[in-house]
């Protein structure tokens, strides 16, 4: 029940984040082979850093075919409807959001599986659910939004954290990751409406 969970929420966010690297390779012009990259990048950098992280080799992305096809699916969607999808923006947001929030717990949640340390599991959870939009933003020479905007992998970390305390409180985790999604996915809307982000350095 938990690998099927965990499966599932890994293969939404992969889906959603596809979809926004997508978007950001039509924005740049790229061609169908250049969208399908931007759309696998965004939607499997993540789980990929975190898995060979906690040994599990090969990386599902790259292993399960419907990590690939999922993102493919992404990719086509938006190479032949690009103009309806882009119409989405601040649907996109909550798309977004919500990929944010899966990749946040499932990522932990693997990680937990694999054995990982509390603060060790919530790290590769907060990486998963950033890693793919860092490798995307790179990809096209942008600077990760993860660096520069409202609260992001903060709100990963702490849709992670919830997921650990579940697991150490024996709390089911069905009921953390649904929580902890919550939180997350809570605390990135509020930071976008409300322009929330930690202080950077006055020059």
Not at 40 to 49: E, I, K, Q, V, W
Not at 67 to 74: E, N
Not at 115 to 142: F, K, Q, S, W
Not at 164 to 174: F, L, T, Y
């Amino acid at each position: 029940m938990l690998t099927t969970l965990l499966v599932a929420l890994d293969l939404a966010g992969t889906f959603v984040f596809a979809l926004s690297g997508a978007l950001v390779a039509v924005r740049h012009r790229l061609d169908l082979f250049g969208i399908l990259v931007l759309a696998f990048a965004a939607g499997n950098s993540g789980g990929m850093a975190r898995d060979i992280m906690i040994g599990a080799i090969p990386p599902a992305a790259i292993s399960d075919g419907r990590y690939v096809a999922v993102s493919v699916l992404a990719g086509l969607v938006t190479f032949l409807w690009h103009p309806a999808v882009h119409r989405l923006g601040p649907a996109m947001l909550l798309f977004d959001a919500a990929g944010l929030a899966l990749f946040a717990v499932a990522g932990t949640g693997k990680a937990l599986a694999f054995h990982a340390g509390p603060v060790a599991a919530a790290l590769l959870g907060m990486l998963t659910g950033i890693g793919g939009g860092i490798v995307r933003d790179v990809l096209v020479r942008e600077v990760p939004t993860v660096l520069q905007r409202e609260l992001y992998a903060v709100a990963a970390l702490a849709g992670a954290a919830v997921v650990v305390i579940g697991r150490m409180w024996s709390v089911n985790a069905g009921v953390s990751a649904a929580v902890g999604a919550a939180l997350c996915f809570c605390l990135r809307l509020l930071a976008i409406r409300y322009g929330w982000h930690l202080p950077a350095a006055k020059v």
